[in-house]
Structures are given as C-alpha cells and as structure tokens.
C-alpha cells in the first residue's frame, strides 16, 4: 500500500473519529405511535422487551438518539474496517522461531 494511500485511510479515520463527535444522544430500540396522542419506546434488556410511554416531545428526543446510534454503528465498523486494513498495511516483520529445547532423536 502507497503511502498515499495510508494517508487516505488515516485522514478517513480522523473524519469518522470527528462524527463521532456530533452524536449526543444515544439510545437503542424503536418509536411508535400510541393513540391517543402517546408514543411508545421499546427495546430489549436482558433479553426481554421492555416498553415506556413517551409524550410527543420525548418520543422526538428518542428518534433522534436511535438515529445517533444508528450512524454510530456504521461508523464504529466503517473505522474497524479502516483500521484493519491500516494494520495489515505495515510490513510484516518475520520473527525467527527459537530453538527447540528438546530436539527429536534421530530415526535410525
């Protein structure tokens, strides 16, 4: 890999690393309409599906956060993709295997 290229996928990482930056609220699970006029937040804990009832400002709140989260797992695996590549980028340095302690007695 070129050493343009290394800076390409460096520069990337620190773009991603800086949109990580911009996502405040995190939440996992889901929004949906309740009537009348109630929202209900659910998601799993522990395995189990746990519900709330939200008033319309905090189910806005909520669909934000599941949105940060959202881009943040892209994010997240965009970066370790980036970061592998970096990593198996760099020459390997072949290290020499010690000497056996123990070595096998001729076959006759």
Do not use: Y
């Not at 599906?49 to 400002?57: C, F, K, N, P």
């Not at 760099?90 to 070595?103: F, T, V």
């Amino acid at each position: 890999m070129s050493e343009a290229e290394i800076k390409k996928l460096n520069d990337r990482c620190q773009e991603l690393a800086n949109e990580l930056k911009s996502l405040t609220l995190i939440s996992q699970g889901s929004v949906m309409p309740q009537p009348p006029a109630v929202w209900r937040w659910t998601r799993k804990v522990s395995g189990k599906t746990v519900s709330r009832g939200l008033s319309a400002e905090q189910a806005d709140l909520m669909k934000q956060a599941i949105s940060n989260q959202r881009k943040m797992d892209a994010i997240i695996d965009e970066m370790r993709a980036l970061t592998q590549k970096l990593i198996f980028a760099l020459p390997r340095k072949s290290q020499k295997r010690p000497p056996a302690k123990h070595p096998k007695p001729a076959l006759s």
